[in-house]
């Protein structure tokens, strides 16, 4: 079956199709991905998390469009994406160790980090709906500016905008409420 034929069939929410197109592209998938991740385990969560955004958005699938290069589109995003969350992970671990030994006083720390997280959340729900929604989305889930414009439908600028105002606003209110 043509690529062209799946992608219409998985549109209109064929498993089969969709198992035919998972069983073509997974190891390709898998073996582009160990690439870059030199980690099986990644590897094959990557490969999960790319088939099931296709399911999800099968239906604004372009049966048209090249599916294979569509597939790869998707894959590349999801490698950035993992390698930038392991990346702010790394920093945050050593972060940690250089800062924080064993012989603090873990209770104080965790009463501190505690009151920090409840002002910060506070500041955060305080700022407009849209600009919350957009410092959450980049903040907490890891979306791209890319992502987020698509996600909320708004312009790529509007959301640099929103980050850039909901970063100031919580650096000037931290200061003040520290």
Known sequence: MKDTDLAHRIKHGEKDAYQ?????????????SISYLNNKQDAEGLVQDVFLKIWEKRETLDATQNIKAYIFKIAVNSIYDFIRRKNIETAFHDFAKVNYSS???STWDTVIYEEMQTTLDDLILRMPEQRRK???LSKKKGLSN?????????????VENQLYRAIGYLKVNL???S
């Open 134 to 136: 957009v410092f959450y």
């Open 175 to 177: 200061k003040n409420e």
């Open 146 to 158: 890319d992502e987020i414009a698509q996600k909320m439908e708004l312009s790529k600028r509007t």
């Open 103 to 105: 012989k603090s006083n």
């Open 20 to 32: 035919e197109l998972f069983e073509r592209y997974a190891p390709k998938i898998y073996g582009f």
